[in-house]
């Protein structure tokens, strides 16, 4: 403990070292501290005027009540309380420095929302917004930047959002090869870097998606499926007649979707293994709506669709 002190008066310590010594300090013994204390106070210089008498005579009189509970020997000598009061105000000034520097560190890191198979967590933003986060997904925002200029998050995955309207904060999405920019509005996005693309679909309001690789933007309205296709950087838009069955309504689209690719999917979603014994059918091309809520009825569809048969072992389903 000694030497830590030495340190801490030449200014050496480290972060670790700080915690270190007040580790030490909280779990040293009266007697241990008195005996330390003096030995340093004692071995080192100090510069009194650095301690005025009006402070010092009143810590001197709150460690007197507080020792005459503890103990019925004598007092503290004057000298050894000044040398005290110089020793601890500069570590008292120098531990809230610290504090302070952690703290703002950790303010300035983001906030993590992350789901994994077969799960589905909602998040509610500060400034109002809701967003539903569904499976192998994660988001993610800086606690300290957002709302200043705008509000901006991060996403990997697929999320419903209900974006609460704000026209001095617009809310902006940045994903894998795209950014969509919107004030108001609910929409469901889907963007994981592991895809070969992105969707959003726009449920009310407007909203503007920019392609990173193209640095061209589509403007969508109500009803609009924008598709973005992460090797070209492309945008497709498509007008929808009907409302598309989503995963916030319970089910999952597949359009021309290789069975193996329909496979992973469920698994993700569900948080099981599904295995495929005939591996001729992964290449072939599955378009369908599946429940999301019900693996047993998705597998029935599977089953019906390729005159399959299905088992399972625990956790594992068998095609074949």
């Not at 779990?27 to 008195?34: F, M, Y």
């Not at 979707?257 to 293994?273: F, I, S």
Request: proline share 2%; hydrophobic share 35%.
């Amino acid at each position: 403990m000694n030497n830590l002190i030495k340190k801490y008066r030449r200014n050496q310590l480290t972060s670790a070292e700080l915690k270190q010594l007040r580790e030490t300090l909280d779990s040293a013994t009266n007697e241990q501290l008195t005996q330390c204390l003096i030995h340093d106070w004692t071995d080192n210089d100090a510069d009194e005027t650095l301690a005025d008498d009006v402070r010092l005579a009143r810590i001197k009189g709150r460690l007197d009540a507080e020792m005459s509970k503890s103990r019925a020997t004598g007092k503290l000598p004057y000298k050894i309380l000044k040398y005290a009061a110089i020793l601890l105000l500069p570590i008292l000034f120098f531990t809230t420095i610290y504090l302070y520097v952690e703290t703002s560190r950790q303010l300035s890191d983001d906030v993590i929302v992350a789901t994994d198979k077969g799960e589905k967590a909602s998040v509610h933003l500060p400034d109002g917004t809701k967003i539903t986060l569904f499976y192998s997904s994660k988001l993610s925002y800086g606690i300290r930047s957002f709302n200043k200029s705008s509000r901006k998050v991060k996403l990997d995955g697929e999320a419903y959002f209900e974006v609460h309207k704000d026209s001095d904060h617009p809310f902006v999405i940045d994903s894998k090869g795209l950014e969509v920019r919107v004030l108001g509005t609910e929409f469901n996005l889907s963007a994981r870097s592991v895809a070969d693309s992105a969707e959003l679909f726009l449920d009310h309001g407007v909203v503007s998606l920019l392609s990173r690789m193209t640095n061209k933007s589509v403007v969508l309205n109500p009803n609009d499926r924008a598709c973005l296709d992460y090797t070209t950087g492309e945008i497709r838009v498509q007008r929808m007649v009907k409302k598309p069955l989503m995963l916030r309504q319970g089910f999952i689209t597949f359009h021309s979707t290789p069975l193996e690719k329909v496979v992973a999917t469920l698994e993700a979603n569900y948080g099981c293994r599904i295995r495929v014994g005939n591996k001729q059918w992964l290449g072939n091309t599955f378009s369908g709506i599946l429940p999301s809520n019900n693996v047993n009825e998705a597998l029935e569809v599977l089953r019906l669709s390729y005159e399959a048969n299905i088992t399972r072992n625990g956790d594992e389903y068998i095609m074949h």
